[in-house]
C-alpha cells in the first residue's frame, strides 16, 4: 500500500462520518422545517382566536355605548321636562303676582283724586284701638273716656268654656 492508498482509506471513513451527519442535519432540518410549520399553525390559530376574541369585546363595546347613549338621552329627556315643568309653574306664578299686582292698583288712589282722598281721610278718622273692662264692655277709640259713655249701649264679650265670644 501506498501513502496514496491509505489516504484514500481515511477519507472514505470520513465519508461515511460526514454521510451520516448530512443525514443526521437533514433529519434535523425536517423535524425543524416542522416544529416551524406547527408553529406557524399554532400562531395563525391564536391570531385568528384574538381577532374574535376582539371583535367580540368591540361587540360588548358598542352594546354598553349604545346603552349609556340611551340612557344618557333619557336623562337629558327627563331633566328638559323638568326644566319646561319648573318654568311653567314660575310662570304661573309670576300671572299670579301679576293678577294680584293688578287687584292692588285698582286701590290705588289717582294725582286726581288725591286731594278729595286726603280730605275724606281727614273727615272720617278711623282708630282700631280699643279697651275691653272687667265686665266684658268694648269701649273704641284710644280717647274714649269710660265714664263718658252709656255702658248699656256698649258690645259685651261673654265669657264661655270655650274662650271669648263677641255679641253684639
Known sequence: MTEGDENILEV??????????????????????IAMEKDEEEHR?????????????????????????????????EHKAQEEQK???????????????QELVKLFIEREDLEKAINHAIDNPVDYNFAIDLDGRKYEGRFTQPHKVE??????????DQGFTNEF
Do not use: G
Open 45 to 77: 390559530l391564536l391570531m385568528e382566536y384574538n381577532d374574535q376574541e376582539n371583535e367580540r369585546v368591540a361587540q360588548l363595546r358598542r352594546e354598553r355605548q349604545e346603552k349609556e347613549k340611551e340612557e344618557l338621552i333619557k336623562s337629558i329627556l
Open 87 to 101: 318654568e311653567m309653574k314660575e310662570l304661573e306664578e309670576s300671572y299670579k303676582i301679576l293678577r294680584e299686582t
Open 12 to 33: 472514505f471513513p470520513n465519508r461515511e462520518h460526514c454521510q451520516r451527519e448530512n443525514e443526521i442535519r437533514s433529519e434535523s432540518k425536517k423535524l425543524t422545517t
Open 151 to 160: 255702658r248699656d249701649s256698649l258690645p259685651v264679650f261673654q265669657v264661655r
